[in-house]
């Protein structure tokens, strides 16, 4: 009943952008955190950024000042808007939806992929 859905990856160039966009189902979903998280070949699952009910946002030092967490809870849509993409950014993007620190659903995850 529950269901993540990312779009809005691919292939992008150094330097360039792209936004991600997880739409959630089945959750009542202003309350919930909703996360995304990234893995990228040969490394653990890593926290990108993090978003509260209320706009509150949190983001993994390798990605602040790059990358943008927002909600649209009338849509019930996490977006995450990936700008100055490195080689190192290239991971599967998972969206996520989290209650008190728990880790609850997973999106299927969407590759990214930046290459020149």
């Known amino acids: 009943q529950v269901q993540l859905v990312e779009s809005g990856g691919g292939l992008v160039q150094p330097g360039g952008s792209l936004r991600l966009s997880c739409a959630a189902s089945g959750i009542i979903f202003r309350f919930y955190v909703m996360a995304w998280y990234r893995q990228a070949p040969g490394k653990q699952r890593e926290l990108v950024a993090t978003?509260?009910?209320?706009?509150?946002?949190n983001y993994a030092d390798p990605v602040k000042g790059r990358f943008t967490i927002s909600r649209d809870n009338a849509r019930n849509t996490v977006y995450l808007q990936m700008n100055s993409l490195e080689l190192e950014d290239t991971a599967v993007y998972y969206c996520?939806?989290?209650?008190?620190?728990?880790?609850?659903?997973w999106g299927q995850g969407i590759q990214v992929t930046v290459s020149s």
């Open positions: 996520n939806a989290e209650s008190r620190g728990t880790l609850l659903y």
């Open positions: 978003i509260t009910s209320g706009g509150g946002t």
